[in-house]
Nanobody, 120 residues
């Protein structure tokens, strides 16, 4: 069982990135998925989460209107489209899978992080 996050990189403020989360060893279809991030010197925080059907989606206030979470169960993938990036979005981003739709760290499976750096 593994989650693989990818798509991070260096981008200028105002730019966009799309993060991807791929699952191997299990199907994402019945699970809820979340994206978390951890900035240097800060605690990890929930960014966005989506239910197994995509019918419930939540965002942290800091990213509302700029980030969009989506999932393609047929491809076993989840995405986080990040627009209008700000330097304060700089962090290591993690995807997680579980059975509760929440921005709290209540997920059974975690991927390794992908680094997003936003320059001013």
């Amino acid at each position: 069982v593994q989650l693989q996050a990818s798509g991070g990189g260096l981008v200028q403020a105002g730019g966009s990135l799309r993060l991807s989360c791929a699952a191997s060893g299990f199907t994402l279809d019945p699970t809820s998925i979340a994206w978390f991030r951890q900035a240097p010197g800060k605690e990890r925080e929930g960014v966005s989460c989506i239910s197994n059907t995509g019918g419930s989606i939540y965002y942290a206030d800091s990213v509302k209107g700029r980030f969009t979470i989506s999932r393609d169960n047929a491809k076993n993938m989840v995405y986080l489209q990040m627009n209008s990036l700000k330097p304060e979005d700089t962090a290591v981003y993690y995807c997680a899978a579980g059975h509760i739709v929440t921005l709290l760290e209540m997920y059974e499976y975690w991927g390794q992080g992908t680094l997003v750096t936003v320059s001013s």
